[in-house]
């Protein structure tokens, strides 16, 4: 089936970009070779799903989803609908959408998704007040075992729960354990790009979390340092998401170390206008109300 799936795949891609079999085979493979696995009859090699997929303009991963993942296409769909609607902290449709997953997936037919469900639930159970966080931090530290390093490796799950646990400790005010986990998170590894987020993307939200929680342990100045890191990331990235908020964490650091007003000055105006251009409303007001004597 998943043979299938892989063959009617690549042709699909192949007809879209008006590449005939001969055309897509050239410096790969036969032209018979090519419609034997169209047909779902031959599983090719990683060397020929890898230039294949250089030639019908798709990542590696991609195919190799096709290929060892049951009803992938779901899952995608499903794991990107579900992320946005978290990332929206609309978390009572997440619950009844993982809690309907979770009776129809296992660990054992589908463990990445079966974990990423779990995190999922754990989360919205937390946020929905329905778990305390010690409940929580136990249950996401469970998903974390050493036995399931492998399938936790894929689009970066582990750094994410990760995160998850560190923002916790952090809300509950543990500030040590939550630069603890912060500190296990790594992204020097490679990782498959996710449906929805891309690992270097996500590193900021970790980078920003980190600031905040070293701010509220009052290590200003380890949390400018880590600020003006996830400063220069944003903009190597050319990624502007939460450029607002580094500042205005910096400007509050500044306040904190006394640094000179015209320093805090800045950051407090560099949030407003990155606020104010990706229409934050609310951090616009924000900034204004209680920062208004740095604006003028």
């Not at 590193?203 to 009052?218: C, H, I, P, Q, S």
Request: proline share 2%; net charge neutral.
């Amino acid at each position: 089936m998943q043979l299938e799936k892989l063959g009617s795949e690549i042709s699909s891609l192949r007809k879209e970009l008006g590449i005939s079999q001969k055309l897509l085979c050239e410096d790969i493979c036969t032209q018979p070779t090519i419609s034997l696995i169209e047909r779902g009859e031959m599983l090719p090699g990683l060397d020929i799903i890898y230039k294949i997929s250089l030639k019908l303009k798709k990542p590696l991963s991609y195919f190799l989803n096709i290929m060892f993942e049951n009803n992938y296409e779901y899952v995608h769909e499903m794991i990107v609908y579900i992320e946005e609607q978290s990332l929206s902290q609309r978390f009572d449709i997440v619950y009844e959408m993982v809690a309907k997953e979770l009776e129809q997936v296992s660990e054992k037919n589908n463990p990445w998704f079966y974990h990423f469900l779990q995190w999922q639930h754990t989360l919205c159970l937390f946020f929905l007040k329905k778990n305390n966080s010690t409940a929580t931090t136990i249950k996401l530290k469970a998903l974390l075992a050493r036995e399931y390093n492998l399938i936790l490796s894929k689009d970066f799950l582990r750094e994410r729960i990760l995160n998850s646990l560190a923002f916790i400790y952090a809300l509950e005010k543990n500030y040590d354990l939550s630069i603890y986990y912060y500190e296990k998170i790594d992204f020097t590894e490679t990782y498959s790009s996710s449906p929805r987020l891309d690992p270097k993307i996500y590193r900021l939200r970790v980078l920003y979390n980190k600031a905040k929680t070293l701010y509220d342990m009052k290590r200003y100045s380890e949390a400018i340092q880590v600020i003006d890191e996830g400063i220069e990331t944003s903009l190597k990235l050319e990624n502007m998401s939460l450029l607002g908020n580094f500042y205005y964490y910096k400007g509050q650091c500044c306040e904190k170390t006394e640094e000179s007003f015209d320093e805090a000055s800045f950051c407090y105006k560099q949030a407003l206008f990155f606020f104010s251009l990706l229409k934050r409303e609310l951090y616009t007001d924000l900034v204004k109300k209680q920062k208004g004597r740095f604006l003028v």
